[in-house]
Each structure stands twice: as structure tokens, then as C-alpha cells.
């Protein structure tokens, strides 16, 4: 069984930064593309960024210039920086990963979710 871990949510100031890491761990043989998306209380979820296995990378255009994704496929890990929080940040952030299990199975996975609060 594959399993999305994330971490690194938490409380900040408008302005400031934070860093979610996300691990896939299991039976995995090769990873796709990973992403992060977001849902904010009473909306729907966004994808915010998605990086491939080559490392092509898309960004909703409200993070561009602020957030950077990138991934360790050694240890199949997708991070994100997020840098000028601003309060309508504030969302559950998951991690989603398209991969291939050791059978061979494509497989789509998300994480649990990670709380980011940008307030003051």
C-alpha cells in the first residue's frame, strides 16, 4: 500500500514563509508527476503546483513568483516553499502523487492534508 505523508503546515504572519515536504512511501516503483493542491473552507480544491518526473513544472497563476515546488525522487519527496504568505492562503494543502505500485498498477494518491494559516 502506498501512502502520502505530508508535513510542515502550521500558524504564520502574513509575509512570511513556510515549507511542506510530502513523502510517498510503499510498494512504489516510479513516480509521475506530484502536485500540490489547496481547499480553502467553502471552496473547492485548487491545484496550486504539479512537477513531473523530469521536473516540468506548472504554477497556478496566484503562486507564481511566491511558491516554488521541487521533488527528491531519490526518496520520492515533493516539497513546497511558500514565501509572502498572504491570508487568503489560508487553506488545507495536499499532496497528490500519480505512480506506478511494484505490480505495476498506476495508481493516483493524496495525502491527508496539511493546515497553512497566514494571519496575523
Known amino acids: 500500500q502506498v501512502q502520502l505523508v505530508e508535513s510542515g503546515g502550521g500558524l504564520v504572519q502574513p509575509g512570511g514563509s513556510l515549507r511542506l515536504s510530502c513523502a510517498a512511501s510503499?510498494?512504489?516503483?516510479?513516480?509521475?508527476?506530484m502536485a500540490w493542491y489547496r481547499q480553502a473552507p467553502g471552496k473547492q480544491r485548487e491545484l496550486v503546483a504539479v512537477i513531473s518526473s523530469k521536473s516540468n513544472i506548472n504554477y497556478a497563476d496566484f503562486v507564481k513568483g511566491r511558491f516554488t515546488i521541487s521533488r527528491d525522487n531519490a526518496k520520492n519527496t515533493v516539497y513546497l516553499q511558500m514565501n509572502s504568505l498572504k491570508p487568503e492562503d489560508t487553506a488545507v494543502y495536499y499532496c497528490y502523487a500519480e505512480l506506478y505500485n511494484s505490480w505495476g498498477f498506476l495508481q493516483l494518491r493524496w495525502g491527508q492534508g496539511t493546515q497553512v494559516t497566514v494571519s496575523s
Open positions: 510503499g510498494s512504489i516503483r516510479s513516480i509521475n508527476d
